[in-house]
């Protein structure tokens, strides 16, 4: 039989995995139990967005990468953002940049207690990146 959760990924403590799965209303975070199993939360990603990839910064804090399409000077191009879902609150915040760019999710460190974490971000699409420091426990 085939799973439902698509790109598990185990919280640092083990107790939790969070996974893609795929609704209706388009891609979704799910957040499970390791010791039965079970869902126990469920994230939407809103109209548009796929899900790329997630990490776990913490136990109780998910980074997930999301893309959806776009142009850029006339062309078909993939963008990406990052959102940080807050398990304790249920809370989702886009971090990096506000708009997409091309390269949005790109990060270089988390803090394994989910205070903060460090992104390579381009200031405008003419320029080098540079590493900038976001804080996920505001």
Request: proline share 4%.
């Amino acid at each position: 039989t085939r799973s439902l959760l698509i790109e598990p990924e185990l919280s640092p403590d083990g107790a939790h995995y969070a996974a893609r799965m795929k609704s209706r209303e388009g891609d979704i975070v799910v957040v499970g139990s390791t010791a039965d199993g079970q869902a126990v939360e469920k994230y939407g990603l809103g109209k548009g967005m796929e899900f790329a990839w997630a990490s776990w910064a913490g136990n109780n804090k998910l980074l997930v990468s999301v893309a959806q399409s776009g142009t850029f000077e006339g062309e078909e191009v993939r963008f990406t953002r990052l959102v940080l879902i807050d398990r304790a609150t249920g809370q989702q915040t886009f971090i990096g940049r506000r708009e997409p760019i091309v390269d949005g999710d790109d990060v270089i460190f988390v803090d394994p207690a989910g205070e903060y974490a460090l992104l390579s971000v381009q200031r405008t699409i003419y320029e080098y990146p540079s590493v900038v420091r976001f804080e996920l426990s505001k």
